[in-house]
């Protein structure tokens, strides 16, 4: 059964960081495209990262240059660092794999939240 | 890239048929046939309920169903239940924007 189960949230002040994990089980993180996606309060989905089977990563504008996204083959775990964090940074944080055959999000984790405040 | 347009709410009775717009552009929606639907109940992870315009997961009732009309893509509910009410959101693979997924800013569906 697959599964994904972000951990690493919390409250941090502005300018902090914080690094997000997401541990998967029932499928191989390195094999697969992953993404994290955040969801602001109240506000909609945000894909903010993603990494290729390859290791190619891209990343949303509003997070460029702050968070990188990696993994752990050992672990199979995938991991959101993220620095000079924002106010607007604060969100629920969901990690979320990609179908093989399609650009759609099939499995989901539960989310973690982050708070930026001081 | 801004994200792709869906209505703030719409709302239909329990056996009435809802459907929900979802517009982007000639770079997203209009070029790629990778439009997928999500279901988010209040305090949930989202749930995948359409994907690659038309086609449902195994375990989703054959009551929903996608569409898609140039920039537009539909996700429609037919016989509408209690459980469906939640919130949907629109997602479209986006070629060159960065990180090549977009979504949309969310519909809430009120099952009156």
């Known amino acids: 059964e697959v599964q994904l189960v972000e951990s690493g949230g919390g409250l941090v002040q502005p300018g902090g960081s914080l690094r997000l994990s997401c541990a998967a089980s029932g499928f191989t993180v390195n094999n697969n495209y992953m993404s994290w996606v955040r969801q602001a309060p109240g506000k909609g989905l945000e894909c903010v990262a993603v990494i290729y089977s390859g290791g190619n990563t891209f990343y949303a504008n509003s997070v460029k240059g702050r968070f990188t996204i990696s993994r752990d083959n050992s672990k199979n775990t995938l991991y959101l660092q993220m620095d000079s964090l924002r106010a607007e940074d604060t969100a629920v944080f969901y990690c979320?794999?990609?179908?093989?055959?399609?650009?759609?999000?099939?499995?989901w984790g539960q989310g973690t939240l982050v708070t930026v405040s001081s | 890239q801004s994200a792709l347009t869906q209505p703030r709410s719409v709302s239909g009775s329990p056996g009435q048929s809802v459907t929900i717009s979802c517009t982007g552009s000639s770079s997203d929606v209009g070029d790629y046939n990778y439009v997928s639907w999500y279901q988010q109940h209040p305090g949930k992870a989202p749930k995948l309920m359409i994907y690659?315009?038309?086609k449902r997961p195994s375990g989703v009732p054959d009551r929903f169903s996608g569409s898609k009309s140039g920039n537009t893509a539909s996700l429609t509910i037919s016989g509408l239940q209690a459980e469906d009410e939640a919130d949907y959101y629109c997602c479209s693979y986006a070629g060159s924007y960065s990180p090549h997924v977009i979504f949309g800013g969310g519909t809430k569906l009120t099952v009156l």
């Open positions: 690659d315009v038309s």
């Open positions: 979320a794999r990609r179908l093989s055959t399609s650009w759609t999000f099939d499995y």
